[in-house]
């Protein structure tokens, strides 16, 4: 093929919007094609310019470069230019407007062999480090690389203000075989705006939000956002004692709250709260109440705010509705210098299908699944990622070491683990695909999931991750080498379910259905549970907690401190969700605040008060969560005293315990006799009948001796007085 005939054959490619790899005609070159003499060459493309110029430096006159057709300019270099010239293009149009810019064709690739190697087997552990928007000094020159993956795509092109979105002025390159496409934009600064735009196999152009996005514009916007990390950590205390940290040995207690509708500004129309005006006013109230931990509904960014983020469009970028990714930031760091740790709720299981995201990202199924009946979740209307194919796993679990790694965060909660286990969760017979044995099982995401807690557990040790997997599938939190799925904790769903369902009934009826409260303890031991108390309880007409409970307003509280006291004493860790501890009357809801004003009504301010006794009580006896998934932790004083609905129970950590008994009625029991593993003097730790926590304040022998009367295979025994519809917790005296 001639010169020229090559020449033209590029410029077609470039003007037609599909060359693979417009560097390689674009900048400068070291030899002249199209009718241009000298010995080398510098091209610029603009298809609206009627002139270009091209400055060698800033000391010399600009060559006029030649303008070739459809917007394609190029020029004689002097022979003395240096071999790594970058010229400076100025583009001049027929309104007289200029613009300016740094050729982005003279750079070479910011992406090595090794990353597109990880990239391609799917191991790039750093994947945020190499795809994405990254602000970066290349080559000695300021910009912002940028790199996606798009193997479908026939043209990619970054786009944004600093090219008016014109898909045509900076097309990327494709890096080989490996489906990336790169492009470094020098000068171009964090908060800049952009895109991607695509050109399908069927010659479809698509405009999408970059899917390694470290921040995007807020809704209705769907663009990403060039970001770059300057805060300063000041948590090192925190991230080193962590390393040492065994969680299933921990006392863990976490609030779970919805950062859009915890807390808002009434005097200025009801507006969120920032992270950063969240996070002094979260420490001092979770510091307050006991918990050490809380854990955010999804913050990363999502579209419709009805979701509650459960329906994720930015898997690495923080919302921006309460701020910055460093304003995120400042938020965890502020929690662990308070001693609170932070968990992420993490959604792996499925995505929307806004046309600007994830969806046929490059015009064919590339996350999800290419077949409905494994690629679409039926009941949510959402897609489920492809957990087979080796660059997807990579997204995700790189995403899960993200928000780890640059955000300190201590632990993630997977959301919709069943989902992901079953091919046929909530399917009809005839709408999903078995998998290569036959069996139901989806192989490729339990093998997502095994290395996900894997990773997590090597990376990052004194970190967790929890499943709220909602069916009795085996060995949740197993570790992997022993078949299992690896997680550190798993919801106890029945717990709640059966503990709900029993605080519901009536006190009268509930002797009928004592294994309600009992159940549970027979598997107790198979996982490492949490004892969840979450908005999924509190939504969708199921009532508020105090809602659901009988009786009246006294009943109420008093029922919903002795169900607390039931959840925070038993085995396994604890969470509960905002507004547990101001027991409103009406269902949570995301589009308004708490209502804290409950707080200075008597009854729910003495709710208040049992909390914080509670949390202190737990967090100073270890016996109540050392030993939380050791069989050795606990033991049934009583579990069949039907007829009068009172359970007992003691959980230990050595020679130390605590003994806990519940009455389920509003009637008191006088000399009510329960064993005791040892002679010494008893102290009530804390009575949830207490009149400042708006207890009866009925008699209670604060300081119990046993007798030496053999009850419930102990050689000892306490008489007790029970309070109504109330928990006494005791402890020896020292």
Known sequence: ????????????????????????????????????????????????????????????????????????????????????????????????????????????????????????????ERLWDALGARPLVHEGVEGTAFAVWAPNATRVSVVGDFCRWDGRLCPMRSLGGSGVWELFVP???????????????????????????????????????????????????????????????????????????????????????????????????CSALGFNYVELLPIMEHPFVGSWGYQVAGYYAPTERWGTPDDLRFLVDHLHQRGIGVILDWVPAHFPKDDWGLRRFDGEALYEHADPRRGEHPDWGTLVFDFGRVEVRN????????????????????????????????????????????????????EFLRRLNALVARKHPGTFTIAEESTDWPGVTRPAHQGGLGFTFKWNMGWMHDSLRFFARDPSHRRWHHDELTFAMLYEYDECFVNPL????????????????PGDEWQKLAGLRLLLT???????????????????????????????????????????????????????????????????????????????????????????????????????????????????????????DAPEFGGSGASVDTHPVPDAVPCHGFAWSLRLQLPPLAALVLVPES
Not at 106 to 112: D, I, N
Not at 229 to 254: Q, T, Y
Not at 413 to 442: F, T
Not at 608 to 619: I, K, Q, V, W
């Open 1 to 124: 093929m001639s010169t020229a005939a090559h020449d033209a054959g590029e410029r077609a490619l470039l003007v037609a919007g599909t060359h693979h790899d417009p560097h390689r005609y674009l900048g400068v070159h070291g030899s002249t094609r199209g009718g241009v003499a000298g010995g080398r060459v510098v091209r610029a493309f603009h298809p609206d310019a009627v002139r270009c110029e091209a400055f060698v430096d800033a000391r010399t006159t600009p060559i006029e470069l030649a303008a070739l057709g459809s917007g394609v300019f190029a020029g004689a270099l002097p022979a003395g230019a240096a071999a790594s010239l970058r010229a400076r293009v100025r583009f001049r149009f027929a309104d007289g407007n200029a613009w300016e810019r740094i050729d982005p064709y003279a750079f070479a690739p910011t992406l090595g062999a090794l990353d597109l190697h990880l990239i391609a087997e799917g191991n790039h």
């Open 187 to 285: 000068e171009l600064s964090p908060g800049s705006l952009y895109k991607f735009e695509l050109r399908t196999k069927a010659g479809e152009l698509r405009l999408k939000t970059d899917p390694m996005a470290r921040a995007m514009e807020s809704a209705p916007g769907t663009a990403s956002r060039v970001a770059h990390s300057a805060h300063v950590w000041g948590d090192a205390d925190w991230c080193r004692n962590r390393l040492g940290r065994e969680p299933l040995r921990e006392p863990i207690a976490i609030y779970e709250l919805h950062l859009g509708s915890w807390q808002r500004v009434p005097e200025e129309g009801h507006r969120w709260l920032s992270y950063r005006e969240i996070a002094p006013r979260l420490a001092d109230h």
């Open 395 to 446: 997204f995700l679990i790189a995403n899960a070491l993200y928000w780890l790694e640059e955000f300190h965060v201590d632990g993630l909660r997977v959301d919709a683990v069943a989902s992901m286990l079953y091919l046929d969760y909530s399917r009809e017979q005839s709408g999903w695909l078995p998998n290569a044995y036959g069996g139901r099982e989806n192989l490729e995401a339990i």
């Open 534 to 549: 979450s908005h999924d309880e509190v939504v969708h007409e199921k009532r508020s907690l105090f809602s659901k409970l």
């Open 566 to 688: 039931y959840q925070w004493t038993r085995p396994g860790k604890i969470l509960d969700f905002m507004g547990t501890e101001l027991a409103p009357p009406s269902e949570w809801n995301h589009d308004r605040s708490l209502d804290w004003h409950l707080s200075a009504e008597p009854g729910r301010a003495g709710l208040m008060r049992f909390m914080a006794a509670l949390g202190h009580a737990y967090r100073s006896e270890a016996s109540l969560w050392r030993w939380d998934h050791d069989p050795a932790g606990f033991r049934w004083i009583d579990c069949a005293d039907r007829e009068q609905s009172v359970v007992s129970y003691l959980r230990a950590d050595g020679d130390a315990h605590a003994l806990v008994v519940l009455n389920m009625t509003p009637l008191p029991r006088a000399e009510y006799r329960i064993g005791a593993p040892t002679p010494a003097r008893y102290r009530v730790l804390l009575s949830s």
